[in-house]
Every structure is written in structure tokens, then in C-alpha cells.
């Protein structure tokens, strides 16, 4: 590992993730990147080392300045285009874990606190501090230098065959016509004529029989109706007014007892 860079804690402020400073994550943001993005950029991100009040920043590349060339952002925004596809992914999951790890790269690779470093071919980026560099900008695409010239189509090669000789062309002979036999004439169905339903006389409706009615006179039934009815009256109010019977008694002897003594 080569240092190339050196920053006093004094004058720039360090930045903090989930109650840890940025710094402290290395291990696990190197690591992601090694085994998540494309191998061109898997020492992009520089070491921090702390040493009392300065931090020394190592890289595996040699020679590397900081610097704002085109082609060192682009190689930048480049890998962030990569490493925003699978903070895409991770922020479409459920698990909580996914979105801690989607805040922490957004936190690493915050484009204002980042500094850009390059030796002409490969780039590191110094990050975890609040740098409030500006100076990181996406390049303009130029068509012209972007899009290749294309090479005019080649025609292929005309080939010339040679002249053939050509042949006189039989006309066809035509068929004889086939005679169709002639149509039998359809024979006509018979229907069948529709029998005549016949029709359902009516019968007479018979008149109800009467019912004999025999009086009876009315002097013969009466007198032995009214007896039968008394007598059962009678017999039922005995049986069951029993005790007003004897009330009634006793009161009839009380009053006859009382009157004996007055006269």
C-alpha cells in the first residue's frame, strides 16, 4: 500500500453513519465493493489510517494527484452509475440489514465529500470527511467523440453469369372438357296432412243432489231440551259451588238464630 495523501482533522469535519464515524466502515465498504462491482474499480476506495490529529490515506496505485479531469470523472460516474443500480435493488427489499447498507454507500460516496485522485489510468476516491468539493461534476457526453464514425457500406461484388441459352417454351396442350351428368329432377316430399283432432263433447254437469230436510215440530223438542238442560245445570253448580251452598246456609240460620232473640 502507498500513501499519497494527508488531511488534518482540524480542518475538516468527520462525517457519521448510524452513531459511527464513516471512517471506521472501510473494512465492510471495501469488501462490497471487491465482490459486488466490476473489478475495474475495486480499489477505488482509499484507506484511512488516524494518527493523532491527521489521517494518512493509502492506495495500491503509486503516483496518484488529485485532480478534475474528464476522464477521471467519468471513470467516477461511471462507478456510481454501477453502485446505483444495486442500491436499486437493495432499497426494494424488506430486510433492514438492505437498508442500512443503502444509506452507508449513499453516505461514502456523497459526491460533495468526495476527493478525486488518478495517475493518469486508474482512481481513488478520499472520503468520511465533509469536504464540500464542487468540483466533481458529471462531464457533457460529445456526440462527436462518443459515437464512432461509421464505415461506408461496401457493395459486394457484382457477379456476371454467363449467357444461357434459351429454350423454346412448349404451350400446353389443353384437356378435353368432362361431360357432367345430368341432374335427376328432385323428387317432391310428401307431407303428411295433418290429422283432424276431434273435438271433445261436452258433457252436462250434473246438478248436486238434494239433501232431505225434515222438520220437526218445534213443541215436541223444546220441553224435554230445556229439562235435560236444567237438571245438568244444576248437578254442575252443586258440584262445584258446593262451599257457597253451605255459606249460604249457614247464613240463613244466623239470620233465623238472631230473630228469635228479638221477638
Given amino acids: 500500500m502507498n500513501q499519497f495523501f494527508t488531511l488534518s482533522t482540524d480542518k475538516f469535519v468527520p462525517i457519521s453513519y448510524d452513531n459511527k464515524h464513516l ?36 492506495s495500491p496505485f503509486s503516483g496518484l494527484k488529485e485532480t478534475v479531469e474528464v476522464a477521471a470523472q467519468r471513470k467516477y460516474f461511471a462507478f456510481k452509475d454501477e453502485l446505483q443500480q444495486h442500491i436499486a435493488n437493495l432499497s426494494r427489499s424488506n430486510d433492514p440489514n438492505a437498508h442500512y447498507w443503502v444509506g452507508l454507500l449513499q453516505k461514502v460516496f456523497e459526491q460533495k465529500d468526495n476527493i478525486l485522485f488518478t495517475n493518469g489510468q486508474d482512481i481513488c476516491v478520499v472520503w468520511g470527511w465533509a469536504f464540500d468539493n464542487y468540483q466533481i461534476q458529471r462531464p457533457e457526453i460529445d456526440a462527436s467523440q462518443e459515437k464512432p464514425q461509421e464505415a461506408p457500406m461496401e457493395e459486394p461484388p457484382t457477379v456476371v453469369l454467363p449467357p444461357q441459352e434459351a429454350k423454346p417454351v412448349e404451350a400446353p396442350t389443353p384437356e378435353p372438357l368432362r361431360e357432367e351428368p345430368p341432374l335427376l329432377p328432385e323428387e317432391e316430399e310428401e307431407t303428411p296432412e295433418e290429422e283432424e283432432i276431434p273435438e271433445e263433447e261436452e258433457t252436462p254437469e250434473e246438478p248436486l243432489a238434494e239433501i232431505p230436510w225434515q222438520e220437526t215440530p218445534l213443541a215436541e223438542a223444546l220441553p224435554q231440551e ?25 247464613l240463613i240460620s244466623a239470620v233465623f238464630f238472631v230473630q228469635s232473640f228479638i221477638y
Fill in 226 to 250: 230445556q229439562g235435560k238442560s236444567f237438571l245438568e245445570f244444576l248437578k254442575e253448580f252443586a258440584a262445584t259451588y258446593w262451599w257457597f251452598l253451605v255459606l249460604l246456609l249457614a
Fill in 23 to 58: 471512517f471506521n466502515t472501510y473494512e465492510l465498504v471495501n469488501n462490497f465493493i471487491r465482490t459486488r462491482i466490476s473489478s475495474s474499480f475495486k480499489n477505488i476506495l482509499a484507506k484511512p489510517i488516524l494518527q493523532n490529529h491527521q489521517v494518512d490515506w493509502y
